[in-house]
Structures are given as structure tokens and as C-alpha cells.
């Protein structure tokens, strides 16, 4: 697999030329000063591209060309906003981008409710806790019907985490929901002027009478759509799992399992609708076991994430390291490297370490952690070649 890493552009603490420094081979990135519906033009595109490629590497994957709420609602401005991607698309392929990461979810690109927990060893990494976003979900945000969406028991722990709370809980997590995790990506929630929570009620509010069926029709209407731009430019659309694999804020996800990616590629049936095999996001899903859904689908996955998560008994979801937890990295390589090894691949989030504590980092990104981790994976990826010499 070609290492490759995220970045994000020339606001990421992590410079290029340190990147070439730890063995990255591609570069994962956007253009993200442009909106969802914008025009991607071959001029914007190269200007970035000059900058990696200077830096003696390659622009692997767009991460992402972001789908604009228009066309996952099929609203008025569908039509346009799917013109602009089409042509975008035409542009990333004849400055030889082919490969595109993108994400079919509702408002929110991925939800954590604590971006420093801190572990036993002093590190810190991403947590997902159920009685803190239910406390936000039923508390803070006040969505309509919020309540029953939670067990009973659930919701006992919430009304005794509610007592305790103060405005600094409510705050941290308007930040962290809101804010933080979406504002250094180009999605909607990107540029949120005045009341956070005004904001992220009114787009929630546009997807109440959207039904899970109603944005996978949508999501196979834009496939159909982009499919013969990909199929005459060779472009692999690479969908994203949910993260979490839940449903959450009453919004629909039709990315979650193994039957959701079965009916995907089955309804679009063309190799240049693939899959972005995220062992993180799928691994927080207690129903999703990552080698069979990598050996599943290894023949329609065009890009992996590769990371892990561990599920705590009360559920609550925190991430791994690299060679532990329910993600099985080590096995996915081993997948990948003999079946699909012309793929691209990132170490996605990992630990925050030494010196990088407290550093404004992108949540998951910081330099130390993620250079670990891709150690960790060149390691794996060492063992499976020596495998192979050993067997002729």
C-alpha cells in the first residue's frame, strides 16, 4: 500500500517536508477554503499540487470533495451543486487525482464527546461517551423526542449527570460536537457565524422529514449522476464509513454495517463506487467485525483509514492504539498488502504524545502520535512481505 497522510493545507502544524522526512509517499488533502457546491478549477488544484509535489511527494486522495447538504437532500440547488462536482471531478482527474473520499452523512462529518482523554500512560486520545452526548442531545440541544431515542437506564445516568452539570459542561461540549470537530473541515458547520446551537438546530431541522431510504435514494441519485465522469476519467469514489456507526440527532446513516455497504455497492453497481475502508469508524460499531468486512469488500475498497477503537462495557467508545483493539490493523494489512496492495493508505487518528500535548493540533492529527503509528504499520506491512518471501 502507498503511505500516504493527511493534511491540511498550510494551517497544519505538520509542514510537507517533515512528512517526507517520516517516509510518506502521498499526500491526503482538500482545497479547504472552498465550500461544499464550489468549483474546484484546474488553477486552484495545481497550486497545491505544485507545493506537495516540491516537497517530492505525490497528491494521493482528495479527502475530501464534500457533498454539499443541497444534493444529500436533493434540495433546489441539487442540480447546480452536482455540475460544479462533475466538472470538479474533470479537473482533479487531468491534473491525475483519481482517487476521492468523500462522506454521505447528515450535518456532522464525526462526533466525540472528549478530544484529550487522557490514559493510563500519560497520552491522551478521542472518547465517545453515551451519557455525555445524550446529556447534550436531551439537555443542551433540547431536540424534540431526544429522550426517547435512549434506553431507560441510559437516561437515569443522564438525568444524574445533568444534576452535576454546570454551564462549563455545556459549553465544552457545544465546542467539542459543534465547533471543534467540524471547523477545520469544509462541511457545513465549517464557518458558523453567531449562536452555535441556533445553527446546528436549523440544519437538523432540515433533515426531519428525510427517511433513511430517502438519503439512500439521494446518495444512489449523485452516484448515478458522477458515475460516467468517473468511468470516462478512471475516478474511484470512495465513500466513508459513519462515524459512529449509530444513529444519532435522529439523523438517518446508511454507512454503518456490512448490509448498508452490501446494498451500496450492489444499488451502484460499478467498480468506481467503492469503499474507504475507515477500520476506526467501523470498529466503534459493536456489530461490525473489520476482517470479514475487509475480506468482504477488499475488491471494491479503493483507500484505508487504519486505526482502532475499543468498546467499554458501558459502551462508551475510545480510541486504540494502532496494533490493539477491535479494529485487527495487523490483520487488515495483511488483507490489504496481499490482496489490494496498489491502494493508498493512512494512519488515521492516533494518540497525542510528548511534546505535542497541548498543541493546537487538528483533533487525532498531531505529528508524534501518527509517526508512531505509521511505524507501527510499516512494521505490519514488513512482516507480510517477509511472509510472502518465505512462502516463494
Known amino acids: 500500500m502507498q503511505k500516504t497522510w ?10 510537507l517536508d517533515q512528512m517526507r522526512q517520516i517516509g510518506v509517499e502521498g499526500v491526503v488533502t482538500s482545497l479547504h477554503h472552498k465550500l461544499p457546491g464550489e468549483l474546484w478549477t484546474i488553477e486552484d488544484i495545481q497550486a497545491v499540487q505544485k507545493k506537495i509535489e516540491a516537497n517530492g ?6 479527502e475530501s470533495l464534500p457533498v454539499s447538504e443541497e444534493i444529500k437532500q436533493a434540495g433546489p440547488k441539487c442540480k447546480a451543486h452536482l455540475e460544479a462536482y462533475c466538472q470538479s471531478l474533470e479537473n482533479l482527474a487531468a491534473c491525475g487525482i483519481r482517487t476521492i473520499c468523500y462522506n454521505f452523512m447528515p450535518v456532522l462529518d464525526w462526533i466525540r464527546t472528549d478530544l ?11 472518547y465517545f461517551s453515551w451519557v ?22 441510559l437516561m437515569k445516568q443522564v438525568d444524574e449527570y445533568a444534576s452535576q452539570a454546570t454551564k462549563e459542561t455545556d459549553q465544552r461540549l457545544i465546542y467539542i460536537i459543534i465547533i471543534k470537530t467540524q471547523g477545520f473541515v ?13 445553527v446546528f438546530r436549523q440544519f437538523l431541522d432540515q433533515y426531519a422529514s428525510l427517511s433513511k431510504t430517502d438519503l439512500r435514494n439521494n446518495l444512489v441519485a449523485f452516484l448515478t449522476d458522477i458515475m460516467p465522469v468517473c468511468d470516462a476519467h478512471d475516478i474511484h469514489m470512495c465513500i466513508h464509513p459513519d462515524d459512529p456507526p449509530y444513529p444519532v440527532l435522529g439523523l438517518p446513516r446508511i454507512v454503518s454495517s456490512t448490509e448498508d455497504i452490501d446494498w451500496l455497492l450492489q444499488a451502484v453497481d460499478n467498480v468506481h463506487n467503492g469503499l474507504t475502508f475507515c477500520a476506526g469508524s467501523l470498529s466503534a460499531g459493536i456489530h461490525n467485525d473489520t476482517v470479514e468486512m475487509a475480506k468482504r469488500f477488499v475488491h471494491r475498497t479503493h483507500f484505508a483509514h487504519l486505526r482502532s477503537c475499543d468498546i467499554l462495557p458501558n459502551r462508551d467508545v475510545v480510541e486504540a492504539n494502532h496494533t490493539l483493539g477491535r479494529g485487527q490493523v495487523a490483520e487488515l494489512v495483511r488483507i490489504f498488502e496481499t490482496q489490494a496492495p496498489h491502494i493508498p493508505m493512512r494512519v488515521d487518528h492516533a494518540p ?14 498531531s505529528l508524534y502520535g501518527r509517526m508512531m503509528a505509521l511505524g507501527q504499520i510499516e512494521g505490519m506491512m514488513a512482516m507480510v512481505h517477509n511472509d510472502k518471501r518465505s512462502k516463494g
Open 57 to 62: 511527494m505525490t497528491w494521493s486522495v482528495v
Open 132 to 153: 455525555e452526548f445524550a446529556y447534550f442531545d436531551v439537555y443542551v440541544l433540547k431536540r424534540a423526542g431526544a429522550r426517547a431515542d435512549y434506553s431507560v437506564d
Open 6 to 15: 493527511r493534511w491540511f493545507g498550510e494551517k497544519d502544524l505538520v509542514r
Open 186 to 198: 469544509n462541511g457545513p458547520l465549517g464557518n458558523i457565524t453567531g449562536d452555535p446551537l441556533v
Open 352 to 365: 497525542t504524545l510528548l511534546d505535542d500535548i497541548g498543541k493546537p493540533y487538528n483533533a487525532g492529527y
Open 116 to 126: 484529550e482523554y487522557t490514559l493510563p500512560n500519560g497520552t491522551q486520545t478521542l
